[in-house]
């Protein structure tokens, strides 16, 4: 049995593990389902690695018996209100919706993120802590971005989630004339989901360099750099 102290020691940890892998598709799947037979089975069967370590930091906050019902009061509980009324309602869509169970599935997966959102403000990690992990989690795709763009392809890295891409339909390939261009996907889905991703690190960069001593303020600006050129890739 997990105690207490240990279990928000890991929520903690969990957390910080879903920010550093926010923007990567890697999906695990679930053992022992077979529902193949099930249009748009493959989001059924299987779930984001970062979803499956919010789960798990949502878990963990719980089962420490951290008191969340007293703490959710004010802004906190309009939001969780709110929230979870919008993802009760995105379950609800299945009675009318063409795809019942895609309806169910998109409902879990914003329920998902609303309790860790909650989890997120009450499991007291520092706001620079979280957003240098989520910045460190960009720095590997800039990696891997980068690598892509010299060798217009995948490199190999399908154990994390890359995909198999290659210039040319159905991927997201700027052409002009004879000349084609793979934009870079990183670790990601698609280019504009890993461009999204970099503007929110753009941001934090100046955020945790504000304050800093010389030196780490030189490494966040190589890092922002880093990020804005990765950017322009995709």
Do not use: K
Request: proline fraction near 4%; charge should be positive.
């Amino acid at each position: 049995m997990v105690r207490r102290p240990r279990a928000l020691a890991l929520s903690r940890a969990a957390l910080l593990a879903t920010l550093f892998v926010l923007g990567w598709a890697l999906r695990v799947g679930l053992p022992g389902i077979d529902l193949t037979g099930i249009r748009f089975h493959y989001q059924i069967h299987s779930i984001r690695l970062s979803e499956m370590l919010a789960t798990l930091a949502v878990a963990l906050f719980v089962l420490a018996g951290a008191p969340i019902l007293s703490r959710l009061r004010g802004s906190l509980a309009a939001f969780a209100v709110s929230a979870f009324a919008l993802a009760g309602l995105a379950a609800a869509s299945s009675l009318w919706a063409l795809r019942p169970g895609l309806a169910l599935l998109q409902g879990a997966h914003l329920a998902i993120w609303v309790a860790f959102a909650i989890v997120v403000v009450l499991v007291q990690v520092s706001p620079q802590r979280m957003a240098a992990m989520f910045v460190l989690g960009l720095v590997v795709q800039v990696i891997v971005g980068v690598a892509q763009a010299i060798t217009q392809g995948n490199i190999g890295l399908w154990a994390l989630g890359e995909l198999r891409i290659r210039p040319g339909p159905p991927w997201s390939t700027i052409t002009e004339g004879g000349w084609q261009f793979l934009r870079v996907y990183g670790l990601s889905s698609h280019p504009n989901v890993l461009a999204g991703h970099f503007a929110i690190g753009l941001v934090l960069c100046w955020g945790l360099a504000f304050g800093r001593r010389p030196a780490e303020q030189a490494r966040l600006i190589v890092t922002w750099a880093a990020l804005f050129v990765t950017l322009l890739l995709t």
